[in-house]
């Protein structure tokens, strides 16, 4: 269970969040709720903060004459963005994000969109070098309000058994 509360005293309780690593089990999907809305700001602010100078991301009038009529989102936000929504999910008790791969943009993202992901478990294994941890890997697809998939990606995680995160060592 990715979400779930502890008592920490009389009639109080802390939220908890993610999964530990026996949690997981190949095969299963774990829908990422909410969805995010991406506005002009968001898009605007990532690419200064990366230093994009691609005018497809900022300039309305370069934008119009493309195949696309204006401006799309950087597509490495809309990668940040899908990993950011299955935090809670997949990596909340990550010891380490190990990689990425075979990264797809399938159609373009545009301010207004609203994103969707949804993770499936892969495979997962004992670490050999960590015994309190194991390694996950999830494919995720992230999805506009229409259902269109707009990015698809894998990514392994060192994830940490129940016992053994951050969390559970200061008791937070």
Request: aromatic share 10%; net charge neutral; proline share 3%.
């Amino acid at each position: 269970m990715s979400h779930s509360h502890i008592e920490v005293g009389p009639q109080r309780y802390r939220e908890r969040f993610g999964r530990y690593y026996e949690d997981f089990q190949v095969g299963d999907v774990y829908e990422h709720r909410p969805g995010r809305t991406i506005t002009e700001t968001d898009n605007t602010w990532f690419t200064l903060l990366t230093m994009n100078t691609h005018p497809m991301h900022f300039d309305e009038e370069y934008a119009k004459a493309s195949e696309f009529g204006r401006t799309i989102v950087c597509s490495p936000f809309t990668l940040a963005l899908l990993v950011g929504m299955s935090v809670t999910d997949v990596s909340q008790k990550a010891i380490a994000n190990l990689g990425w791969r075979d990264i797809k943009l399938t159609h373009p993202v545009f301010a207004g969109d609203t994103l969707y992901a949804e993770s499936k478990v892969l495979e997962k294994r004992e670490s050999q070098k960590r015994p309190g941890a194991g390694i996950v890997t999830v494919s995720t697809i992230g999805r506009n309000q229409k259902g269109d998939v707009v990015c698809t990606f894998e990514r392994t995680i060192l994830v940490a058994k129940r016992g053994h995160s951050v969390e559970d060592k200061i008791g937070y």
